[in-house]
């Protein structure tokens, strides 16, 4: 393993755990891959503390210096992908039978991997909001929906999706992103009612809320709970709760409204 | 509904599609696309088969969870993948958007009594997917110590 400076070595664990952090994952597995970063480089004693809005890390080398650095975590979106391949690339380390092995061993060019990670567009953005319909579609015959609805629900869906990463894009916040996108979901259904006959609304409405669900914050709510994070648990639970609650207020307020006005 | 018939077979393919969209939809590529969409089919699948011989949501709830939870356990590393994104996509279909919407709507038509059931519904169904996470997580964790450990 080369040898780098402590301040190299913080920095690349920051670097690490903003991506993870970012991209959704649970703290837990956050705080064991900075871990992994700092020894993989010759700094054994590394504490780290992990919360969903922040990460701070404190690294010693063997002379008692300590270099401390603390990165506040502001957007957040979900992105699988990014963990699955960042996690892949930080278990390389130490092991030489690896594909990335000689990627993990060169500072400059774990950099560059980590930089061409972050900014890696897998899919295009038409395919993921076409993907977006077709899951809001499928739940929709999942429920019971007939093949008319499936095709509204999925306009319905490829909208939403769309839409979603417009709004993330002028930076509301966590609740009123759902709201809004809960209540474009029920103004869309409702529309659509209007002009074709014999569609049943709930299981087009359920299949576009499916999309809205915060099933992640769920995931990883349960995990830091579970695995002594009770700082990050309770943080994600409360994120899945405001969620839910954006939801329920964004899809009944619009329907009341639609009542409201005679429909 | 019988448990083993054409019906449930759609079904599958339904959860299978949709879980298929969502994963895409999260970013995710290559072969671990389809084994997390077969997870999220098998979850679905269990859930109904399982609530026809029980007559017990809750129940079919647990079980099904605890299967693809496991089935997460045993396939992700295989594939090299973090058991969190498998556990994510598989969980998807029962996660409860419809008891919420549901629960809304009757609390819209002033229906208090019937929304209050409605929402502890919801409620004990999210409690139990917890429970099943958390349960088979922690079976895990004692497992690979102990087989660290001999």
Known sequence: ?263 | MRPFDILTLMQFCWAFLAILGFSIRVNLKGIKILFTAISGGLCWATYLIVLFYSRSVLFSVFVSIILVCIYSEVVAPKLRTPVSVFVTCAIIPLVPGRGLFQSMQLYIAGENILASKSILQTLMIAGTISIAIALVSSVTNLIHKMLNRF
Request: a positive charge; glycine letters at 10%; one cysteine or more.
């Open chain 1, 1 to 263: 393993m080369p040898k780098i400076s402590i301040k190299q070595a913080t920095e690349l664990a920051l670097e690490v755990g903003r991506i993870l952090l970012q991209s959704g994952s649970a703290t837990n597995r956050v705080e064991k891959m900075m871990q992994k970063v700092c020894v993989g480089f010759g700094y054994p004693e590394t504490e780290s503390f992990v919360t969903p809005t922040g990460i701070f890390i404190s690294v010693k080398d063997k002379d008692e210096n300590i270099s401390t650095s603390i990165r506040r975590i502001e957007s957040r979106r979900i992105d699988l992908g990014k963990i699955t391949r960042i996690s892949r690339l930080v278990n390389c380390i130490g092991e030489d039978k690896c594909s990335e092995a000689h990627i993990v061993k060169d500072l400059d060019k774990f950099r560059a991997e980590l930089k061409r990670i972050d900014a890696e567009q897998i899919w295009p953005g038409w395919i993921r909001n076409l993907c977006g319909g077709a899951t809001s579609g499928f739940f929709c015959l999942l429920f019971g929906g007939a093949w008319m609805e499936f095709i509204v629900a999925v306009l319905i869906g490829i909208i939403v999706s769309s839409g979603l990463k417009y709004l993330g894009r002028l930076g509301f916040n966590n609740f009123l992103l759902n709201a809004i996108a809960a209540a474009l979901i029920v103004f869309l259904a409702k529309l659509m009612d209007l002009y074709i006959p014999y569609i049943r609304l709930d299981n087009i409405i359920i299949g576009g809320i499916m999309l809205l669900v915060p099933g992640l914050s769920i995931t990883n709510a349960i995990r830091d709970t579970m695995s002594g994070d009770l700082v990050s648990g309770t943080a994600r639970a409360v994120e899945a709760l405001f969620i839910t609650v954006g939801i329920v207020a964004g899809s009944g307020s619009m329907l009341k409204i639609w009542a409201l006005w005679g429909y």
